[in-house]
């Protein structure tokens, strides 16, 4: 697992978009949609005998501190929106993490909202850190390995962003940071059982030609 408190990013397959026309919002330049979902497991990595997935639990947001959140584009630094100047809000609800963004006061962020009206960028990712999960292993009888995460407490929230394609750098380094332990001990623990294994067959194999010699 990471050391608590180091940030971490996830690109979501999550919907981000304008509202429709003729809504009141439409004439702000508001984006909205859900920086995360509670209660779906996503996967972070899978090969063909091990998969690492997470899941955000439904009150992981419950004391979470989102006292000045930035909204970028691609976590590259330049700021569309914040809370602090009450252009971005961000609500947990029963289906997820709500945002609405306000892309109207400047000019790169309304270059933005047209990207996004147009369908140019249409994703969501989020930066936060984590000071609260559990993690669940289950084994299916062909030897398949599921590691389950659950993000039960997210101590601050630093900023939500479009992404015109998941899995960014941030993104990559982040998830990589936290499944390569797991990949690492999950690896060696297979070793030691294939390695127990045909030690165990060595010595059946053994033991039936010494059985056989005290035959002859």
Known sequence: ??????????????????????????????????????NEPYTLYEDKDFRFQEVVDQNAFANTDMSDVIMQYNHEGRVFARTSNNTLSITPDDQGLFISANLGGTEAGRNLYEEIRGGYTNKMSFGFTVDGDEEVRTSEPDGFITITRRITSVQKLYDVSAVSIPANDATSISVRTLTDGVIEKVKAERL???????????????????GGHAND
Do not use: C, H, W
Not at 10 to 30: K, V
């Open 192 to 210: 030691e059982k294939e390695q127990l294994e045909l030690r165990r067959r060595k010595m059946e194999l053994q033991i039936r030609l010494l």
């Open 1 to 38: 697992m990471p050391v608590k408190n180091d940030r971490e990013y996830r690109d979501l397959m999550l919907e981000i978009r304008t509202p429709e026309e003729g809504e009141p919002e439409q004439r702000e330049m508001i984006v909205e949609g859900y920086a995360s979902t509670f």
